[in-house]
């Protein structure tokens, strides 16, 4: 099992960046794929970015070619940098855990840090 903690986020100018970082406690680190989702108030909370075991990556669209994820197994840290923010990303970004391979589905996650907060304005 893993325990994700997230840290980095902030209020940030739209077109500013920001990196969230995910520290994943955790013996098999390596064997999790490890997702970012978001919840904005009154909203569900949706994928954004996941990495799987293997490094292999998804995003959902509205944040391809401004978002990156990535990971550090050797820190056991998951990474999502975010350029080029609009308002519209403001949200609670949520780090979680599951086994090996990405889904878009928050039910099939099995492990959730606390969430950090983005705020961007306009």
């Known amino acids: 099992q893993v325990q994700p903690v997230e840290s980095g986020g902030g209020l940030v100018q739209a077109g500013g960046s920001l990196r969230l970082s995910c520290a994943a406690s955790?013996?098999?680190?390596?064997?999790?794929?490890m997702g970012w989702f978001r919840q904005a108030p009154g909203e569900e909370r949706a994928f954004v970015a996941g990495?799987?075991?293997?490094?292999?990556?998804a995003y959902t669209d509205s944040v391809k070619g401004r978002f990156t994820i990535s990971r550090d197994n050797a820190k056991n840290t998951v990474y999502l940098h975010m350029n080029s923010l609009k308002p519209e990303d403001t949200a609670v970004y949520y780090c979680?855990?599951?086994?090996?391979?990405?889904?878009?589905?928050?039910?099939?996650?099995?492990?959730w840090g606390q969430g950090t907060q983005v705020t961007v304005s306009s």
């Open positions: 979680a855990a599951r086994d090996l391979f990405i889904t878009r589905t928050k039910e099939d996650y099995d492990y």
């Open positions: 955790g013996r098999t680190f390596g064997n999790y794929a």
């Open positions: 990495i799987d075991w293997t490094g292999g990556t």
